[in-house]
């Protein structure tokens, strides 16, 4: 799972626990001028005139590559991960807009405590904003970032997603070679768990849709070199 960038990944966790139970980096909130941001750190993306840098693009990558991407060409991870960085970009955007969802200094100590134990050592966990000449700070704002999206997501859309019993039952009646030798009792958390995944999934990905399809996104057509020209999308 893509740390920064797997938003449905952490929400359909959430959802199975709460259907058991009765149930997406953008990173260091940069708003300055694209004109400003270019004589710092090169520009691979804008989102709605939001930029997003070449630094912010190789840190995610690296952060993923780092937990446990590593077979992946690192030119597919890097392109998906930009691809994430637009999304994320557009969901903390709207969180603002509306003004949805805090984290507090407590969620994001336990996110980051999480974090840490991916590495194989404190010391590894340590030396990774260092290595990427990052500071504790700006790698603790990419996780908080990370948290605001999950959250607003989970009360945009994930609040709205339900699965009835009717419809589980539908399941296990149209699957019944899959649970073989099991009642409808046995199976129907992991049936209603399994349904609103589904659910959230479709919900996000149109929710999604529309943001795109309302947004300015540009995408630098050389990534690599820094030249070039943008390119809508």
Do not use: W
Request: glycine share 6%.
């Amino acid at each position: 799972m893509d740390y920064l960038t797997g938003i449905k990944g952490n929400l359909t966790r959430g959802a199975r626990f709460r259907a058991a139970t009765a149930t997406a980096l953008a990173f260091f909130l940069m708003f300055s001028s694209a004109v400003h941001a270019e004589l710092v750190d090169r520009i691979v993306a804008t989102v709605n005139a939001e930029v997003i840098t070449a630094s912010e693009l190789g840190n995610s990558t690296a952060l993923n590559l780092r937990l446990g991407n590593t077979e992946r060409d690192r030119s597919a991870l890097e392109a998906e991960t930009l691809d994430g960085l637009i999304t994320r970009r557009l969901l903390i955007q709207e969180a603002r807009r509306l003004r949805f969802v805090e984290v507090s200094d407590l969620e994001l100590s336990a996110e980051l405590e999480k974090l840490r134990k991916r590495f194989a050592s404190d010391k590894a966990f340590n030396d990774f904003p260092a290595g990427r000449d990052m500071t504790p700070q700006e790698l603790a704002r990419m996780v908080r970032e990370r948290l605001v999206v999950e959250r607003f997501v989970e009360k945009k859309v994930g609040l709205f997603v339900r699965v009835s019993r009717e419809e589980a039952q539908s399941y296990f009646n149209e699957h019944a070679p899959e649970f073989k030798g099991k009642r409808f009792q046995d199976v129907q958390k992991m049936i209603l768990a399994l349904l609103t995944e589904q659910k959230l999934g479709q919900q996000l990905d149109q929710y999604l849709a529309e943001l795109r399809g309302k947004a300015d996104i540009r995408i630098s057509l050389h990534r690599h070199s820094g030249a070039g020209p943008a390119a809508d999308r």
